[in-house]
């Protein structure tokens, strides 16, 4: 019912940038939250940022280099990556708190996940 398309991974140099996209589509009737999660090998799935409720949250290891935001009217998500540090490696996925049109209950969608590799 609800399509999400990621993309914007890739490797990058430690200092860099990158921009992940996250695109919803389908039965939407309503989005109520927005979020970043990442993966490490070896590690569990950890927030990394969070839109809920107009409330904007950053994990403690991304303040001040990440930026999470949203386009409204293209139902699509971003997390602009700055300053990036090799412990930044993961696999990044978005994922979407919404109310599906054809039944208004709420449900959370993920995407497939897309890697980032920060490296030299």
């Known amino acids: 019912q609800v399509q999400l398309v990621e993309s914007g991974g890739g490797l990058v140099q430690p200092g860099g940038s990158l921009r992940l996209s996250c695109a919803a589509s389908?039965?939407?009737?309503?989005?109520?939250?927005i979020r970043w999660y990442r993966q490490a090998p070896g590690k569990q799935r950890e927030l990394v940022a969070t839109?809920?409720?107009?409330?904007?949250t950053y994990a403690d290891s991304v303040k001040g280099r990440f930026a999470i935001s949203m386009d409204n009217a293209n139902n699509t998500m971003y997390l602009q990556m700055n300053s990036l540090k090799p412990e930044d490696t993961a696999v990044y996925y978005c994922?979407?708190?919404?109310?599906?049109?054809?039944?208004?209950?709420?449900?959370?969608?993920w995407g497939q996940g897309t890697q980032v590799t920060v490296s030299s």
């Open positions: 994922s979407y708190g919404l109310v599906l049109s054809t039944t208004l209950r709420r449900i959370d969608y």
């Open positions: 839109i809920t409720n107009a409330m904007t």
């Open positions: 389908g039965s939407i009737f309503s989005i109520y939250a």
